[in-house]
């Protein structure tokens, strides 16, 4: 079980990092003058689903709470 939170953990950085990476590629792509705005609709589709794989993974590494 530990070992399993232990990659989670390590899986949810290496997410987190990716993200941010997206993210300033956005930023960069963005503040520049010609936009290819397909590519920055595939980057934010792609940032969008890490968000979500970064949220699942964050709610599975919480104990469950029995109310």
């Known amino acids: 079980m ?31 003058g010609a936009v290819d705005l397909m590519l920055v609709t595939r980057l934010k589709k792609h940032k969008l689903a890490l968000k979500d794989s970064i949220q699942k993974l964050e709610s599975s590494l919480l104990p469950d709470i029995i109310a």
Do not use: C, Q, Y
């Open 2 to 32: 530990m070992e399993d939170d232990d990659d989670k953990r390590d899986k949810l950085e290496e997410l987190k990092a990716e993200h941010r990476k997206i993210d300033e590629e956005i930023d960069r792509l963005t503040s520049g």
